[in-house]
Protein backbone atom coordinates (compact mmCIF):
# COMPACT_ATOMS: atom_id res chain seq x y z
CA UNK A 1 0.00 0.00 0.00
CA UNK A 2 1.18 3.11 -0.53
CA UNK A 3 2.23 5.31 1.81
CA UNK A 4 1.01 8.98 3.59
CA UNK A 5 4.21 11.16 2.71
CA UNK A 6 5.70 13.06 5.30
CA UNK A 7 6.48 16.46 2.92
CA UNK A 8 4.56 17.51 0.19
CA UNK A 9 5.70 15.95 -3.05
CA UNK A 10 6.15 17.66 -6.19
CA UNK A 11 6.04 16.20 -9.20
CA UNK A 12 6.51 18.48 -12.48
CA UNK A 13 5.05 17.98 -15.68
CA UNK A 14 7.48 17.66 -18.34
CA UNK A 15 4.35 17.73 -20.79
CA UNK A 16 6.14 21.75 -20.53
CA UNK A 17 8.76 20.69 -20.95
CA UNK A 18 11.07 20.86 -23.97
CA UNK A 19 10.52 17.56 -25.68
CA UNK A 20 13.87 17.57 -27.72
CA UNK A 21 15.97 17.48 -24.43
CA UNK A 22 13.77 15.34 -22.28
CA UNK A 23 16.79 14.34 -20.39
CA UNK A 24 18.04 17.57 -19.96
CA UNK A 25 14.86 18.68 -18.80
CA UNK A 26 14.94 15.75 -16.32
CA UNK A 27 17.60 16.94 -14.49
CA UNK A 28 16.69 20.00 -14.40
CA UNK A 29 14.24 19.41 -11.98
CA UNK A 30 16.66 17.06 -9.60
CA UNK A 31 15.24 17.24 -6.14
CA UNK A 32 11.62 16.47 -7.17
CA UNK A 33 9.68 13.48 -5.77
CA UNK A 34 8.17 12.21 -8.82
CA UNK A 35 8.24 13.45 -12.62
CA UNK A 36 4.83 13.44 -14.28
CA UNK A 37 4.55 12.18 -17.38
CA UNK A 38 1.22 12.86 -19.44
CA UNK A 39 0.31 9.67 -22.27
CA UNK A 40 -2.54 10.76 -24.40
CA UNK A 41 -3.97 9.03 -27.31
CA UNK A 42 -6.17 11.89 -29.16
CA UNK A 43 -8.68 9.94 -28.31
CA UNK A 44 -9.63 9.66 -24.58
CA UNK A 45 -8.08 13.63 -24.84
CA UNK A 46 -8.28 15.22 -27.88
CA UNK A 47 -4.36 15.94 -27.68
CA UNK A 48 -1.20 13.50 -28.66
CA UNK A 49 1.79 13.46 -26.66
CA UNK A 50 3.88 10.80 -26.05
CA UNK A 51 4.16 7.14 -25.51
CA UNK A 52 5.91 3.86 -24.12
CA UNK A 53 9.17 4.27 -25.86
CA UNK A 54 9.32 7.93 -24.82
CA UNK A 55 9.23 6.54 -21.33
CA UNK A 56 11.73 3.91 -21.68
CA UNK A 57 13.86 6.98 -22.58
CA UNK A 58 13.61 8.39 -19.66
CA UNK A 59 13.42 5.92 -17.09
CA UNK A 60 17.10 5.51 -18.47
CA UNK A 61 18.18 9.25 -18.34
CA UNK A 62 16.81 9.92 -14.96
CA UNK A 63 16.82 8.74 -11.23
CA UNK A 64 13.36 10.24 -10.08
CA UNK A 65 10.90 8.53 -10.03
CA UNK A 66 8.30 8.47 -13.34
CA UNK A 67 4.14 8.94 -12.05
CA UNK A 68 2.55 8.30 -15.48
CA UNK A 69 -0.52 9.87 -16.38
CA UNK A 70 -2.18 7.90 -18.94
CA UNK A 71 -4.97 9.95 -20.39
CA UNK A 72 -6.33 7.02 -22.83
CA UNK A 73 -8.50 4.32 -23.90
CA UNK A 74 -8.51 0.78 -23.07
CA UNK A 75 -6.14 1.16 -19.72
CA UNK A 76 -6.87 -2.47 -19.58
CA UNK A 77 -4.60 -3.04 -22.59
CA UNK A 78 -2.33 -0.38 -22.53
CA UNK A 79 -1.45 0.37 -18.67
CA UNK A 80 0.42 -2.66 -17.37
CA UNK A 81 3.41 -2.39 -20.21
CA UNK A 82 4.19 1.37 -18.25
CA UNK A 83 4.73 -0.65 -15.20
CA UNK A 84 6.62 -3.51 -16.39
CA UNK A 85 9.05 -1.25 -18.09
CA UNK A 86 9.58 0.77 -14.62
CA UNK A 87 7.23 3.77 -14.27
CA UNK A 88 7.35 4.08 -10.49
CA UNK A 89 3.27 4.95 -10.32
CA UNK A 90 0.87 4.35 -13.44
CA UNK A 91 -2.55 6.44 -13.21
CA UNK A 92 -5.31 5.76 -15.84
CA UNK A 93 -8.78 7.39 -15.57
CA UNK A 94 -12.09 6.15 -13.93
CA UNK A 95 -14.05 7.49 -16.93
CA UNK A 96 -12.25 5.06 -19.48
CA UNK A 97 -13.25 1.60 -17.75
CA UNK A 98 -15.94 -0.32 -16.28
CA UNK A 99 -13.63 -2.22 -14.34
CA UNK A 100 -10.89 -0.10 -12.58
CA UNK A 101 -10.30 -2.53 -9.87
CA UNK A 102 -8.89 -5.32 -12.54
CA UNK A 103 -6.86 -2.46 -14.16
CA UNK A 104 -5.23 -1.60 -10.20
CA UNK A 105 -4.34 -5.40 -10.13
CA UNK A 106 -2.57 -5.67 -13.16
CA UNK A 107 -0.33 -2.69 -12.72
CA UNK A 108 0.24 -3.59 -9.17
CA UNK A 109 1.27 -7.31 -10.68
CA UNK A 110 3.83 -5.55 -12.80
CA UNK A 111 5.33 -3.96 -10.64
CA UNK A 112 3.98 -0.22 -10.29
CA UNK A 113 1.67 1.24 -7.91
CA UNK A 114 -1.77 1.55 -9.09
CA UNK A 115 -3.52 5.06 -9.35
CA UNK A 116 -7.04 6.53 -10.10
CA UNK A 117 -7.55 9.81 -12.20
CA UNK A 118 -10.93 11.56 -12.37
CA UNK A 119 -11.86 14.44 -14.28
CA UNK A 120 -13.10 17.48 -12.81
CA UNK A 121 -17.07 16.61 -13.57
CA UNK A 122 -16.66 13.30 -12.40
CA UNK A 123 -18.32 12.57 -9.02
CA UNK A 124 -15.50 10.83 -6.55
CA UNK A 125 -18.44 9.22 -4.06
CA UNK A 126 -18.94 6.40 -6.69
CA UNK A 127 -15.01 5.45 -6.23
CA UNK A 128 -14.74 5.69 -2.79
CA UNK A 129 -15.34 1.95 -2.29
CA UNK A 130 -13.03 1.26 -5.30
CA UNK A 131 -10.08 3.88 -3.85
CA UNK A 132 -9.22 0.80 -1.16
CA UNK A 133 -7.05 -1.06 -4.06
CA UNK A 134 -4.90 2.15 -5.14
CA UNK A 135 -1.92 3.58 -4.43
CA UNK A 136 -3.11 7.35 -5.83
CA UNK A 137 -5.77 9.24 -6.59
CA UNK A 138 -5.11 12.26 -9.00
CA UNK A 139 -7.78 14.52 -8.90
CA UNK A 140 -7.50 16.62 -11.88
CA UNK A 141 -8.02 20.75 -11.43
CA UNK A 142 -8.26 21.59 -15.36
CA UNK A 143 -9.79 19.77 -18.18
CA UNK A 144 -7.31 16.80 -19.35
CA UNK A 145 -5.52 17.35 -22.63
CA UNK A 146 -3.97 20.72 -22.77
CA UNK A 147 -1.10 22.30 -20.70
CA UNK A 148 -1.87 25.86 -19.20
CA UNK A 149 -5.06 25.83 -18.25
CA UNK A 150 -6.69 27.69 -14.99
CA UNK A 151 -7.08 26.07 -11.52
CA UNK A 152 -10.72 24.96 -10.77
CA UNK A 153 -10.94 24.77 -6.95
CA UNK A 154 -14.23 23.83 -7.11
CA UNK A 155 -12.70 20.21 -7.64
CA UNK A 156 -11.06 20.78 -3.57
CA UNK A 157 -14.09 19.21 -2.85
CA UNK A 158 -13.15 16.12 -3.85
CA UNK A 159 -9.92 16.20 -1.73
CA UNK A 160 -11.34 17.11 1.40
CA UNK A 161 -13.88 14.54 1.52
CA UNK A 162 -11.04 11.99 0.63
CA UNK A 163 -8.69 13.61 3.11
CA UNK A 164 -11.16 12.69 6.05
CA UNK A 165 -10.82 9.17 4.73
CA UNK A 166 -7.16 8.70 5.04
CA UNK A 167 -6.86 10.43 8.15
CA UNK A 168 -9.48 8.21 9.39
CA UNK A 169 -7.92 5.49 8.41
CA UNK A 170 -10.00 4.22 6.17
CA UNK A 171 -7.97 4.92 3.05
CA UNK A 172 -4.01 5.18 2.86
CA UNK A 173 -3.16 6.22 -0.50
CA UNK A 174 -1.35 9.80 -1.68
CA UNK A 175 -3.89 12.11 -2.91
CA UNK A 176 -2.41 14.09 -6.00
CA UNK A 177 -4.23 17.35 -8.11
CA UNK A 178 -2.84 18.15 -11.64
CA UNK A 179 -4.00 21.21 -13.08
CA UNK A 180 -3.21 24.92 -12.86
CA UNK A 181 -1.19 24.61 -9.57
CA UNK A 182 1.52 27.55 -9.15
CA UNK A 183 2.80 29.47 -6.01
CA UNK A 184 -1.06 30.66 -4.99
CA UNK A 185 -3.34 27.55 -5.94
CA UNK A 186 -0.44 25.18 -4.44
CA UNK A 187 -1.52 26.69 -0.86
CA UNK A 188 -5.17 26.27 -1.72
CA UNK A 189 -4.78 22.68 -2.87
CA UNK A 190 -2.49 21.90 0.34
CA UNK A 191 -5.22 23.74 2.68
CA UNK A 192 -7.65 20.93 0.72
CA UNK A 193 -5.66 18.04 1.71
CA UNK A 194 -3.23 17.06 -1.33
CA UNK A 195 -0.59 15.11 -0.76
CA UNK A 196 1.54 15.99 -4.16
CA UNK A 197 0.99 18.31 -6.51
CA UNK A 198 1.83 18.78 -10.31
CA UNK A 199 3.09 21.22 -11.85
CA UNK A 200 4.22 22.37 -15.19
CA UNK A 201 4.43 25.86 -16.40
CA UNK A 202 5.22 26.87 -12.59
CA UNK A 203 8.24 24.72 -13.21
CA UNK A 204 9.41 24.73 -16.48
CA UNK A 205 8.75 28.22 -17.52
CA UNK A 206 10.99 29.57 -14.82
CA UNK A 207 14.95 30.04 -15.01
CA UNK A 208 15.71 28.14 -12.27
CA UNK A 209 13.22 24.65 -11.98
CA UNK A 210 14.78 23.39 -9.71
CA UNK A 211 14.50 26.32 -7.38
CA UNK A 212 10.82 26.50 -8.41
CA UNK A 213 10.27 22.48 -7.12
CA UNK A 214 11.48 23.98 -3.26
CA UNK A 215 9.60 26.87 -3.37
CA UNK A 216 6.39 25.28 -4.61
CA UNK A 217 7.28 22.26 -1.43
CA UNK A 218 7.37 24.77 1.26
CA UNK A 219 4.40 27.35 -0.09
CA UNK A 220 2.65 23.73 0.29
CA UNK A 221 4.20 23.12 3.48
CA UNK A 222 3.25 26.04 5.05
CA UNK A 223 -0.34 25.81 3.97
CA UNK A 224 -0.94 22.01 4.59
CA UNK A 225 -2.66 21.29 7.96
CA UNK A 226 -1.21 17.66 7.68
CA UNK A 227 2.19 17.84 5.57
CA UNK A 228 5.45 19.74 7.68
CA UNK A 229 8.70 20.54 5.59
CA UNK A 230 11.16 18.40 3.98
Known sequence: MAQTPQHPMIAPSILSADFARLADEAAAVAGSDWLHVDVMDAHFVPNLTLGLPVVESLLKATDIPLDCHLMIEDPARWAPPY??????NVTF??????????VARDIRAAGAKAGLSVKPGTSIEPYLEVLKDFDTLLIMSVEPGFGGQSFMPEVLDKARAVRRLVDSGDLTLVIEIDGGINADTVEQAAAAGIDCFVAGSAVYSTSDPAGAVRSLRDSAANASPHLSGR
Do not use: K
Open 83 to 88: AEAGAY
Open 93 to 102: HAEATDDPRA
